[in-house]
Every structure is written in structure tokens, then in C-alpha cells.
């Protein structure tokens, strides 16, 4: 009898321990918030449980440190409870730190768990991997992998594409391609993290090669993932022709349904000079338009020059019901700034500080700049006293250069200082400072700048240029003699200055800032990477085709005066893209009315 009784009374205890097994799932799947985590938390706690459902409390981490509740300081705390956490555990909590706004610390808790009793798991060092990306954590990234390696998780396909995507993130493309090639199975997944990491990185046509390579050789069907690494590609290297194709093949894969990829087929084109084929993208839309289409295309006319369309856009937006964003007005600002419309900027940055908007570093650092191009040097420097936040690095390098602009060496001292206190150790503070000492004709200053760059081992950045011609890309730097065809350059630059001699061309010497002659000075000038651009462009395409040079420093004014000139003595149309808009030069003017 007493044996009969203590099996019913196992059996009632098991019924029980499912049933509450049961309520406990069923309250999980209705749990959206920290109150009701924490509700079912107690009940768990009440019943001396908390310790005895491992399944219930991983969930219970999951909910608390994802999103949406993303709790992760009440995440933690709840983790520390546990007598024995399991590898789940600490996989839910490492997972939400790493989408977390403090990725590093998923990589503390990952060293944590590696010193723990517990095992680490692929999907541990997936999400620590993961948060290493997010931290462009390099180093963290590789010991994690050598664990990878020691652990046993190398042929995992998922983790691998999670080390190549890493390793693009971060910049290490040589190991990204390591991990990539040696990958015996590759899915979509991996192909779109290498063609985004070397699009993002600083191998673009090596990007464009691979898109191409898949699709043509692989036989993959890339997916909107794919174009958007191939479209940034484009527009790094201002390939028009290769955008172009790429674009068609969005339009027959009918990847055009997808916002994001419109979005970045206008931005594509803009970048690639063809202002007018991104608005005809941004018109026929059929997808929709988000705020991004808008902020996107009013941006394209700010760097294009084109203020009066930028504005014209920026109504329109806020007749269509859109409201404007902080990024809707850092492109109008921009916009005033090419436009040379300082009032109105002003007017705009003021409005919006008076209508609630939250200004960031760059809303200040566009109106400092509208303000020192003008040369209201002193305005622009009582807007940086009257930030908030703390000037950084690229505003007084902005008030440093409308300094070397308007010779201002007392501004141009008090920004270089800054600078310095700041850790910049960018050659252009440097080269700007001494530049404006050097107009001054104090070479004495000069010399002491240089000396302070030799001391530092401060290098110059040399100016280069590149021009695709038949869909390659063939780049210059200054006064490069590297081309195949450099014997025909330099002949066509000859027969250049020669000819733009009779519109009255006279090189600008001023602005080669040394102490020495004057042929010596023209001859500096003479080479630019531009220039040699531009001459390669006459020699290799047809009357009438224009010339598009991409240029990664600020044009200079001699090159500026000469593009004006090319464009009028041989009837072509020529857009220069440099380090901060676009010039484009038909029959001797520039889309910029020599306001830059």
C-alpha cells in the first residue's frame, strides 16, 4: 500500500511539474516587457525554481537583453543569480552586449567565460566576433579566431563568414581574403561580406572584380546585400560606365523594388558626376521614397553645387508630408555652403537652433565653414566658442584652412595650437600652417613647421588622381612619369599650356608656397595629378566625350583656372570630383562660379 502510494504521489509530481513546466512557458511567450520578466522572475524565485528550469531562465535572459527590451544592466544582474550558469547563459548575455551600444564588453564577458567552468561554443564566438566588428576590435578579433582554430569550430560555415566579415570590417582585407579562399563551401552570405569589406575598404575595383565574378563565373545570384557593396564600389571610384552597368543589372534582377537600393543607385550616380541621371532615378521611383531617398538627393545637388535645386527639394520634401531630420538640414547647409548663400545658411543654422532641432559637431563644423570661406573668420571662430559640445579635429582644420585662405596668421597660430593639443598629427595641419607663413614670406616659421614634421615623422599626403577610360581605371600622381603612355601625356600637356597661353593663361606661382625660382615653381605646377588626368583623357577618348577625374585633395587654383581653360580650347566637358565637391567645366566656367 505504501509502495502504491509513493508511486501516485511521484506521478502527481511529475503531472505538477509539467503543468507548472506549461503556465511557465505560456506566461514566457506573452513576456514584451522588463515588468513582466521580472513578474515571472519572482514567481520563479517564490518557488524555489529559479535554479531548476535552465530552459525557462536562458529564455528569460534572451528576452531581457535583446531587443526589445535590451536591459542588459538587469540582464547581468538576473545572470548573477544563477548558482551555475551554463554556456546558453552566458551565450544570451554575451549576444546582447554585442548589439549593444558597448560591443567591448561582449569581449570581456567572452575572456570571462574562456576562465569560467564552462566551454565556449561556436555560437559564443560567433557573437564575440561579432561585437569585435562592431568595436573594429583587430587584435581581440584574431586571438578569438586562433581559439576558433584550437577549438575545433574552423569548418563551421557560419563562423567563417563571420571571421571574413569581421576581418573586412576592421580593415585587415588581406586576411579576410585569406579566410575566404580557404573557405571549401562558400554561400551568399560570405561573397557579400568580402565584395562590402573591400568596396568599404581601400579596394574598390578589386569589390567591382568580385561582384562580377560571382555572378558571371560563380553563377550566384547576388541578392541587394551584393549591389549595395558593388554600388559603393561605383561611387569610391567615380566609375560612371561601371555604375552604369551594375544599375542594369539591379533593373533586370528587379532589385529596384528594394528602397535601399535605389537609395544608393542616386547616391551612386552623384558621386559619379551625373547629377542629372541620379535625379531621373529619384523621379521614377516606383518603390517609394523614405527620408534617406530625400536627404540623399538634396545632398547630390549640395555637392554638385547646386544650391537653388537643393532647396527647391528641401520644400518640396515638406510639401510631401516628410519631415526633415538633422541630416535634411546638414545637406542644405551644405547646399549654402558650395552655393556661397552665407546668409541664408546662417539664417537656416539659427532657425534651428531656435526650433528645438539638436545641432551636432558637423551642423557647426558646415556653418564654420560657410562663414571662413566667406572670410568672417572672427564669426566663424564665435560659433566654436558658442558650441556645446567639444570642437573636434575636423572644425579647426576648417578654421585653419580659412585662415591659410584669408592669411589670417594669428587664427591660423590659434587653430594649428588647438590642433596640437587635440593629438592631430595630420600632415595637412602642418602643410597649412606652413603655407600661411610661407604667403607671408616667413621662412624662418617655415622651416621651424618642417622641422617640427621631420621630428614627428610627419608625412605629406601626395595628390593623385584617376580617370576611367573604356571602363579602367588609370591613376596619377603628381608629376608621374609611370604611365605607358607618359611620353604622350606630357606632350599633350606641353601643347596645353601652349595653346591656353593665348586665352591669357598665366600660371598662379603665388601659390607654390617654397623659397625658390619662378620656372622651377611653373614647373611644379605644370604636373599636377589633375592635369596629367585631364591630358590622358584628351589622348584617349573621342571629340566631344567628357572627361571625368577623381582627385582625393582639394583642387588648387592654378588647376582650377587651367580645367576652365581646357574646357573652352577643346570644346569638352570636364568634372573634377575633389576632396569636397564636384567642378564641373564647360566652355571656360565652372559650376562652382569660383566660389570653393
Same mark, same amino acid.
Given at each position: 500500500?505504501?509502495?502504491?502510494? /509513493?508511486?501516485?504521489?511521484?506521478?502527481?509530481?511529475?503531472?505538477?511539474?509539467?503543468?507548472?513546466?506549461?503556465?511557465?512557458?505560456?506566461?514566457?511567450?506573452?513576456?514584451?516587457?522588463?515588468?513582466?520578466?521580472?513578474?515571472?522572475?519572482?514567481?520563479?524565485?517564490?518557488?524555489?525554481?529559479?535554479?531548476?528550469?535552465?530552459?525557462?531562465?536562458?529564455?528569460?535572459?534572451?528576452?531581457?537583453?535583446?531587443?526589445?527590451?535590451?536591459?542588459?544592466?538587469?540582464?547581468?544582474?538576473?545572470?548573477?543569480?544563477?548558482?551555475?550558469?551554463?554556456?546558453?547563459?552566458?551565450? &544570451?548575455?554575451?549576444?546582447?552586449?554585442?548589439?549593444?551600444?558597448?560591443?567591448?564588453?561582449?569581449?570581456?564577458?567572452?575572456?570571462?567565460?574562456?576562465?569560467?567552468?564552462?566551454? %565556449?561554443?561556436?555560437?559564443?564566438?560567433?557573437?564575440?566576433?561579432?561585437?569585435?566588428?562592431?568595436?573594429?576590435?583587430?587584435?581581440?578579433?584574431?586571438?578569438?579566431?586562433?581559439?576558433?582554430?584550437?577549438?575545433?569550430?574552423?569548418?563551421?560555415?557560419?563562423?567563417?563568414? /563571420?571571421?571574413?566579415?569581421?576581418?573586412?570590417?576592421?580593415?585587415?582585407?588581406?586576411?579576410?581574403?585569406k579566410v575566404f579562399d580557404e573557405m571549401p563551401k562558400r554561400d551568399l552570405a560570405c561573397w557579400n561580406a568580402l565584395v562590402a569589406g573591400l568596396a568599404q575598404g581601400s579596394q574598390p575595383s578589386e569589390a567591382l572584380a568580385l561582384f562580377w565574378r560571382m555572378n558571371e563565373d560563380e553563377g550566384l545570384k547576388p541578392n541587394e546585400v551584393t549591389v549595395l557593396g558593388a554600388l559603393s564600389a561605383c561611387s569610391q571610384l567615380g566609375a560612371l560606365s561601371g555604375g552604369e552597368r551594375v544599375h542594369g543589372f539591379i533593373v533586370d534582377a528587379k532589385l529596384d523594388t528594394h528602397v535601399i537600393v535605389c537609395n544608393a543607385v542616386v547616391d551612386m550616380y552623384a558621386k559619379c558626376g551625373s547629377v542629372d541621371r541620379a535625379y531621373r532615378v529619384f523621379e521614377s521611383m516606383n518603390c517609394g521614397k523614405n527620408l534617406i531617398t530625400w536627404?540623399?538627393?538634396?545632398?547630390?545637388?549640395?555637392?554638385?553645387? @547646386?544650391?537653388?535645386?537643393?532647396?527647391?527639394?528641401?520644400?518640396?520634401?515638406?510639401?510631401?508630408?516628410?519631415?526633415?531630420?538633422?541630416?535634411?538640414?546638414?545637406?542644405?547647409?551644405?547646399?549654402?555652403?558650395?552655393?556661397?548663400?552665407?546668409?541664408?545658411? %546662417?539664417?537656416?543654422?539659427?532657425?534651428?537652433?531656435?526650433?528645438?532641432?539638436?545641432?551636432?559637431?558637423?551642423?557647426?563644423?558646415?556653418?564654420?565653414?560657410?562663414?571662413?570661406?566667406?572670410?568672417?573668420?572672427?564669426?566663424?571662430?564665435?560659433?566654436?566658442?558658442?558650441?556645446?559640445?567639444?570642437? @573636434?579635429? %575636423?572644425?579647426? +582644420?576648417?578654421?585653419?584652412?580659412?585662415?591659410?585662405?584669408?592669411?589670417?596668421?594669428?587664427?591660423?597660430?590659434?587653430?594649428?595650437?588647438?590642433?596640437?593639443?587635440?593629438?592631430?598629427?595630420?600632415?595637412?595641419?602642418?602643410?597649412?600652417?606652413?603655407?600661411?607663413?610661407?604667403?607671408?614670406?616667413?621662412?624662418?616659421?617655415?622651416?621651424?613647421?618642417?622641422?617640427?614634421?621631420?621630428?614627428?615623422?610627419?608625412?605629406?599626403?601626395?595628390?593623385?588622381?584617376?580617370?576611367?577610360?573604356?571602363?579602367?581605371?588609370?591613376?596619377?600622381?603628381?608629376?608621374?612619369?609611370?604611365?605607358?603612355?607618359?611620353?604622350?601625356?606630357?606632350?599633350?600637356? @606641353?601643347?596645353?599650356?601652349?595653346?591656353?597661353?593665348?586665352?591669357?593663361?598665366?600660371?598662379?606661382?603665388?601659390?607654390?608656397?617654397?623659397?625658390?625660382?619662378?620656372?622651377?615653381?611653373?614647373? &611644379?605646377?605644370?604636373?599636377?595629378?589633375?592635369?596629367?588626368?585631364?591630358?590622358?583623357?584628351?589622348?584617349?577618348?573621342?571629340?566631344?566625350?567628357?572627361?571625368?577625374?577623381?582627385?582625393?585633395?582639394?583642387?588648387? @587654383?592654378?588647376?582650377?583656372?587651367?580645367?576652365?581653360?581646357?574646357?573652352?580650347?577643346?570644346?569638352?566637358?570636364?568634372?573634377?570630383?575633389?576632396?569636397?565637391?564636384?567642378?564641373?567645366? +564647360?566652355?571656360?566656367?565652372?559650376?562652382?562660379?569660383?566660389?570653393?
Amino acid at each position: 500500500m505504501n509502495t502504491l502510494s /509513493t508511486k501516485a504521489s511521484r506521478v502527481a509530481t511529475c503531472w505538477s511539474f509539467c503543468d507548472g513546466m506549461a503556465n511557465l512557458e505560456l506566461l514566457l511567450q506573452k513576456c514584451d516587457s522588463l515588468t513582466h520578466i521580472k513578474k515571472l522572475q519572482a514567481r520563479l524565485v517564490t518557488l524555489g525554481r529559479f535554479q531548476s528550469y535552465p530552459s525557462i531562465t536562458i529564455k528569460l535572459l534572451e528576452l531581457c537583453a535583446l531587443p526589445p527590451v535590451a536591459n542588459l544592466p538587469y540582464a547581468t544582474t538576473l545572470f548573477h543569480y544563477l548558482q551555475t550558469p551554463s554556456t546558453r547563459h552566458w551565450n &544570451a548575455v554575451v549576444r546582447g552586449l554585442a548589439q549593444s551600444l558597448q560591443p567591448l564588453q561582449a569581449i570581456s564577458w567572452y575572456a570571462a567565460i574562456s576562465r569560467s567552468p564552462q566551454h %565556449v561554443d561556436a555560437l559564443t564566438c560567433s557573437f564575440a566576433l561579432k561585437a569585435c566588428a562592431r568595436a573594429l576590435a583587430s587584435s581581440e578579433a584574431m586571438q578569438i579566431h586562433a581559439q576558433v582554430v584550437r577549438f575545433g569550430f574552423g569548418g563551421d560555415v557560419l563562423l567563417q563568414t /563571420t571571421l571574413l566579415d569581421v576581418y573586412a570590417k576592421v580593415g585587415n582585407l588581406g586576411f579576410a581574403q585569406k579566410v575566404f579562399d580557404e573557405m571549401p563551401k562558400r554561400d551568399l552570405a560570405c561573397w557579400n561580406a568580402l565584395v562590402a569589406g573591400l568596396a568599404q575598404g581601400s579596394q574598390p575595383s578589386e569589390a567591382l572584380a568580385l561582384f562580377w565574378r560571382m555572378n558571371e563565373d560563380e553563377g550566384l545570384k547576388p541578392n541587394e546585400v551584393t549591389v549595395l557593396g558593388a554600388l559603393s564600389a561605383c561611387s569610391q571610384l567615380g566609375a560612371l560606365s561601371g555604375g552604369e552597368r551594375v544599375h542594369g543589372f539591379i533593373v533586370d534582377a528587379k532589385l529596384d523594388t528594394h528602397v535601399i537600393v535605389c537609395n544608393a543607385v542616386v547616391d551612386m550616380y552623384a558621386k559619379c558626376g551625373s547629377v542629372d541621371r541620379a535625379y531621373r532615378v529619384f523621379e521614377s521611383m516606383n518603390c517609394g521614397k523614405n527620408l534617406i531617398t530625400w536627404n540623399t538627393m538634396i545632398m547630390a545637388f549640395a555637392i554638385h553645387g @547646386d544650391c537653388e535645386k537643393a532647396l527647391e527639394l528641401f520644400q518640396k520634401m515638406g510639401r510631401n508630408g516628410v519631415r526633415a531630420d538633422a541630416v535634411s538640414y546638414l545637406a542644405v547647409l551644405c547646399a549654402c555652403n558650395h552655393g556661397g548663400l552665407v546668409d541664408y545658411g %546662417v539664417k537656416l543654422f539659427n532657425s534651428m537652433a531656435g526650433g528645438g532641432m539638436v545641432l551636432n559637431v558637423k551642423h557647426y563644423g558646415t556653418v564654420v565653414d560657410l562663414l571662413g570661406r566667406a572670410g568672417r573668420l572672427q564669426e566663424a571662430y564665435e560659433i566654436v566658442k558658442s558650441m556645446p559640445m567639444f570642437p @573636434d579635429v %575636423v572644425l579647426w +582644420q576648417t578654421l585653419l584652412g580659412a585662415s591659410k585662405t584669408y592669411g589670417n596668421v594669428e587664427m591660423a597660430e590659434m587653430a594649428s595650437r588647438k590642433l596640437v593639443e587635440l593629438g592631430s598629427e595630420g600632415c595637412g595641419d602642418f602643410v597649412l600652417l606652413s603655407n600661411v607663413y610661407a604667403a607671408h614670406k616667413r621662412w624662418d616659421d617655415v622651416g621651424r613647421v618642417r622641422e617640427a614634421m621631420k621630428r614627428r615623422d610627419v608625412k605629406k599626403v601626395p595628390g593623385f588622381g584617376y580617370i576611367e577610360v573604356e571602363g579602367v581605371i588609370h591613376k596619377f600622381l603628381n608629376g608621374d612619369q609611370s604611365h605607358v603612355n607618359s611620353c604622350e601625356i606630357y606632350s599633350k600637356l @606641353d601643347e596645353i599650356k601652349f595653346r591656353i597661353k593665348d586665352y591669357g593663361y598665366v600660371a598662379k606661382t603665388n601659390h607654390v608656397l617654397h623659397d625658390i625660382g619662378e620656372e622651377e615653381k611653373e614647373n &611644379a605646377l605644370g604636373y599636377h595629378c589633375e592635369k596629367l588626368a585631364v591630358a590622358f583623357g584628351l589622348i584617349s577618348t573621342s571629340e566631344g566625350t567628357p572627361i571625368q577625374v577623381i582627385k582625393n585633395l582639394r583642387i588648387c @587654383d592654378d588647376c582650377h583656372v587651367v580645367m576652365k581653360l581646357v574646357s573652352k580650347v577643346y570644346n569638352r566637358e570636364i568634372i573634377v570630383r575633389d576632396r569636397a565637391r564636384f567642378h564641373r567645366f +564647360q566652355d571656360g566656367f565652372c559650376s562652382c562660379r569660383d566660389y570653393w
